[in-house]
């Protein structure tokens, strides 16, 4: 994974809350698949396996850190990563959260 520094000045408060949200491996994954593209509460958890409600608390810390955004498209619930934090380098996307940035590309096999 290659971890860019930004120029931008981001409390030390902010950023820990935003690392300390990615630092569990099950919400790392659910930002790497919402980098991809937005998906619903259901898609996500079949992807990874956990139970709709297990689910829905990993998104819950996500979005209270401001990662994640979430929609109601009808009777559905649609996820995405926050457009503030997305940002492209090349072909790669990047999450920039001010502090420091993670180029999913990379990680990626």
Request: charged share 25%; hydrophobic share 40%; net charge neutral.
């Amino acid at each position: 994974m290659a971890i860019r520094k930004k120029s931008v000045a981001v409390p030390s408060e902010e950023c820990a809350s935003y690392l300390k949200a990615l630092g569990d491996e099950k919400r790392w994954k659910i930002v790497e698949l919402l980098m991809l593209e937005p998906s619903n509460v259901s898609k996500l958890a079949e992807q990874l396996e956990l139970s709709q409600s297990h689910m829905s608390k990993q998104l819950a810390v996500l979005r209270d850190a401001g990662i994640l955004v979430a929609e109601r498209e009808g009777k559905e619930v649609v996820v995405s990563v926050n457009p503030v934090f997305r940002s492209k380098i090349g072909q790669n996307q990047v999450l920039n959260l001010g502090c420091c940035s993670f180029d999913f590309n990379s990680c990626r096999d």
